[in-house]
């Protein structure tokens, strides 16, 4: 691990020199080879999803794990993405001069060695070792065992590229040792990991915010509300319910929890009902829901649930202010959405939830950095600093400052 690690901290300084434009030549050409690769991917993928049938994960599971030829094009898409974005590293965020004459500038700089350790989407190894590249970091990924094989050949396939252009595979590797013991290991060693990003389950969050000594940028689960307010186009609002929850089950940014206005709960419920069991989704309720649709009935522990499947929580709640309350109690900090055509209200939600994203009239399934216009992103920050919410190429940098002097010198 040591000899590794010592490898990919020196290549750091190699990936730190590279030109914006010799990136973005090198991120096509890795592009161009999962194209070329696509068939010899989805063959060792399909190993993967044999092992993920053998083991009865979830369908949920299995969506995120699948790779076809339209998926393998997507990533090579997010790799042509990421490599147009404008340069993060050497940009010049402040300066000035002091009053005895020296010129300070505060200049973007690369993060370093990046551990990402992740579960289940094979794609967030080309997506997140784009966004290091571009932004001129090392990325150590370990993805989930379910993925092994998947994660390997789009490494070896992006390896392949760097060592065409003369540069260390090291720049974008695998965790040799991708155990339990491999990732406690990893996650100690700041004299040569800079920061460590965990995305996954609960579980996994816990375990390394609890032991590491490297910093960490946590994506923690996505426990995301919609709440349709009292003066909501009732349209508008059971379309985007319908969107947060059912067009992908098995995502962070999925909606868990529907939050109704008592004022419009008998009118609206019976409407959504009606819509959600035309998608087969299992619905749980407060006692006031269950009063007014037969439904089974929601628990504080279901309300602190991440699904991640077909399954809502409603709960009928007394204005925003009891709206704001609950998901400040049971939200993870993602992703929080409100429905109404009031603008107070609205402006009072937007500014009161305290979360890295929050939306008007608009489905939460939007909180992506592909949508936010990062190209991909590593992750979905719940962390307050140094990142939040879709964590793009200028989250992946950090700064120094650069003092130009004329022989002054401290009196």
């Known amino acids: 691990m040591v000899d590794f690690l010592k490898s990919a901290k020196e290549s750091s300084r190699v990936i730190s020199q590279l030109s914006g434009s010799e990136k973005s030549k090198i991120l096509n050409k890795m592009a161009d080879a999962l194209i070329q690769h696509s068939e010899a991917i989805i063959r060792e993928n399909s190993k993967d999803l044999d092992y993920a049938k053998e083991n009865n994960l979830s369908s949920a599971m299995v969506d995120r794990l699948l790779l076809d ?88 396939v992006l390896q392949s590229v760097l060592e065409d ?52 940028v946590k994506h923690d689960k996505g426990l995301c509300h919609t709440y349709i307010d009292g003066d909501a186009d009732f349209e508008k609002a059971i379309d985007i319910a319908i969107n947060a929850k059912t067009q992908r089950v098995g995502v962070c940014n999925a909606m868990e929890t529907l939050l109704v206005d008592y004022k419009i709960a008998d009118e609206i419920l019976p409407l959504l009902k009606a819509r959600f069991d035309e ?20 628990t504080d522990e279901d309300f602190n649930t991440e699904y991640l499947a077909n399954i809502l929580n409603i709960k009928v709640v007394n204005g925003v202010f009891e709206a704001i309350n609950h998901i400040g109690r049971f939200g993870s900090g993602h992703s929080e959405a ?25 489905s939460t399934r939007f909180t992506d950095g592909a949508v936010f216009g990062f190209g991909a992103e590593v992750g979905i920050s719940t962390n307050k600093l140094h990142a939040r919410g879709p964590m793009g190429i200028d989250d992946l940098t950090t700064y120094k400052y650069k003092i130009y002097g004329n022989g002054q010198i401290k009196e």
């Open 69 to 156: 030829q339209k998926r393998v094009e997507a990533m090579a898409l997010s790799l042509r993405e990421i490599a147009s974005l404008r340069e993060p590293v050497g940009r010049v965020l402040d300066g000035w001069v002091n009053d005895i004459g020296l010129k300070i500038e505060k200049v973007s700089v690369p993060i370093g060695v990046i551990g990402i350790i992740y579960e289940s989407r094979p794609n967030v190894t080309s997506d997140t070792a784009g966004l290091c590249f571009k932004s001129g970091n090392v990325a150590i990924l370990k993805g989930g065992k379910e993925a092994e094989n998947s994660n390997k050949i789009i490494a070896l």
């Open 338 to 362: 409100i429905v109404t055509e009031n603008y107070t209200t609205a402006e009072q939600f937007l500014n009161e939830v305290d979360a890295s994203s929050v939306y008007l009239n608009a």
């Open 279 to 298: 998608v087969g989704t299992e619905m749980k309720g407060c006692g006031t829901t269950q009063s007014i649709v037969e439904i089974e009935k929601a």
């Open 165 to 216: 252009n003369n540069l260390p595979k090291e720049i974008i590797s695998l965790l040799p040792d991708s155990s339990r013991e491999g990732v406690a290991n990893l996650i100690k060693q700041d004299m040569f990991v800079d920061l460590i990003i965990p995305r996954g389950g609960e579980g996994l969050i816990r375990y390394v915010n609890s032991n590491a000594t490297v910093p960490v």
